[in-house]
């Protein structure tokens, strides 16, 4: 499976924006960017996904590098809702391989 | 739309006994998953079922693990004999089609499994 390499943890402040990066930079043409989310003690849920272009959904943006070799998600304006582990996959099939991710914690 | 039931949510047992857990996927998803998480990790895929048929277990320990899919709706995860190295929280997700690539997977809260 394709690696991805996230920081270990982030820190925000309410309000403010997020930018949560993901370096893939041996990632394959068919290969999906998706994100996943953790909140503590549930299950992971789905955010966000995209392969070649930025998107933007309800939740977030995600903003992909021209090369695909890296990609950012964007939390507009973090929330204390939103400390959650962040999980940056690539996906070519059905697998979602999740790695240690990055806990973001946001502070009042 | 109510989301994936798991139960119990909380189950303690001594090495050597027997464990059941349950799922109930999102009404009409054909396909689902069983994941382990060990504490401080991602979760990692044991088995996927498609409909009633198995379509990946290759990371699930047979000697002591097994699932089924009855009736290409419920399932069952089992572990017997547990191990302590099977502290974990086990999660279960289902996703509409196929389990392509961008199809996505919703998951249950866990059972978060101790054995003693």
């Known amino acids: 499976d394709a690696k991805t390499t996230q920081p270990n943890s982030m820190e925000s402040n309410e309000e403010e924006p997020v930018h949560l990066p993901c370096n893939h930079s041996t990632i394959s043409g068919t290969d999906y960017i998706h994100w996943y989310r953790q909140l503590p003690s549930q299950g992971p849920e789905y955010v966000i996904h995209g392969l070649t272009s930025n998107v933007n959904n309800r939740m977030a943006s995600l903003a992909i590098a021209e090369d695909r070799k890296s990609s950012t998600l964007i939390l507009h304006r973090a929330t204390l809702r939103d400390a959650a582990v962040y999980y940056c996959i690539l996906r070519p099939d059905y697998k979602l391989s999740f790695g240690a991710g990055t806990t973001v914690t946001v502070r009042a | 739309e109510a989301g994936v039931a798991q139960s119990p949510r909380y189950k303690i047992i001594e090495k050597r006994q027997s464990v059941a857990f349950w799922c109930n996927p999102i009404?009409?998803?054909?396909?689902l998953y069983w994941y382990q998480q060990i504490l401080g990790q991602g979760p990692k895929l044991l088995i996927q079922?498609?409909?009633?048929?198995?379509?990946?277990d290759s990371q699930l320990p047979k000697d002591r693990f097994s699932a089924e899919r009855l009736k290409g709706v419920d399932s069952t995860l089992k572990i017997q004999p547990a191990k302590l190295e099977d502290s974990a929280v086990y999660l279960c997700?289902?996703?509409?089609?196929?389990?392509?690539?961008?199809?996505?997977?919703?998951f249950g809260p866990g059972t978060r499994l101790t054995v003693l």
């Open positions: 079922f498609q409909n009633n048929g198995v379509v990946d």
């Open positions: 009404s009409g998803h054909a396909t």
């Open positions: 997700a289902s996703s509409l089609g196929g389990g392509g690539s961008t199809d996505t997977q919703y």
